[in-house]
């Protein structure tokens, strides 16, 4: 299983595919010889014309959505559309996913194993790999700031200047 961290993801970057999401929203903040402070994901080359190359300027503020894994269990889907889980899933969680296709992403896990919404089946009965996490439903905001050395990082803020 996992132990739940707390991990950071710019919102801008929330898509199909995203980046390794960070423990700390400073993971995302580098130090470039030349362009200076900016926002991108560790495992990126700085590159000009990425997506997510952002140029930060002290008081610029970021949007993070905040989320928490919680592991991979065995679902079991009966012919009546009961279902089992192999191990209790943190309450907190509201994405889940079967078999590792973010196309069968739902809220719920009712919903997942039903397809309540109109782009899918029920699931067949079967045994499945059910992953579920947690995304935050509204992002933080987080001030960037220079301290006295000139080191930048992320401060918590209630809103834009």
């Known amino acids: 299983m996992t132990d739940h961290v707390l991990k950071w993801l710019p919102s801008a970057y929330q898509d199909e595919v ?3 999401t960070q423990t ?13 402070w900016i926002m991108l994901p560790p495992e990126e080359e700085v590159d000009p014309e990425s997506f997510y190359f952002t140029k930060m300027e002290p008081g610029q503020v970021v949007r993070f ?6 592991g991979h ?17 943190p309450a907190k969680a509201n994405c889940f ?4 296709d ?11 194993v039903n397809s309540d919404d109109s782009f899918d089946t029920p699931l067949s009965p079967g045994e499945y790999t059910l992953t579920a996490y ?3 439903e509204k992002p933080s905001l987080f001030r960037f700031e220079l301290d006295a050395d000139g080191n930048g ?7 834009e200047n």
């Open 97 to 100: 996913v079967v078999d590792h």
């Open 65 to 70: 959505d905040a989320t928490e894994f919680y």
């Open 102 to 112: 973010i196309y069968t992403l739902q809220d719920t896990l009712a919903s997942l």
């Open 153 to 159: 990082r992320f401060t918590p803020c209630a809103g």
């Open 134 to 136: 947690w995304w935050s």
């Open 24 to 36: 700390t929203p400073d993971g995302f903040l580098r130090n470039d010889p030349e362009h200076g």
């Open 73 to 89: 269990y065995s679902l079991q889907v009966r012919e009546n559309r009961t279902y089992e889980v192999g191990a209790t899933i």
């Open 18 to 20: 995203i980046p390794e």
